[in-house]
């Protein structure tokens, strides 16, 4: 069995330093130049997209854009050739970052709450008419699944 070694704690400011010498310490700027060049994006876009559309990255010169549902996707799509052609025309507003293309993409909200599916119950009359037309059909298939929906009710 591979285990893997406890460690012991590590005081906070001897992490730090461990941090800010790692190959990881310019995650806080990457981080920041997103936040702000999300801000910028969003406030080139009508307002209504600032709660379905984030930045999700920028790799080369494509612009990575997320969307929540496909109609936003597909809005964000539509305005996408002007955004990049007014980055192109103003590249302070993009930050460091030269966009030529951008990629979107649907991403669903984490949180959102999926409805339960109701368990509805089949009254006694409702389970003797679905036996009674069983009863009438020709398809003998069609017939016996009804005949298990109305046996399931009681």
Known sequence: MNRSPIRKPMAIGRFLERFATSEHADIPHKVRALTILENQILSLLPPEFATHCRVAGVRGDRL?????????????????TQLVRHLVEHPERAGIVTVRTVQVRIIPPVNEVKPTPRRTRLSAENAQLLEQTARGIQDPRLAQALTRLARRSR
């Open 64 to 80: 990575l854009l997320v969307a929540d549902t496909p109609a936003w996707a597909a809005r964000l799509r539509f305005q996408s």
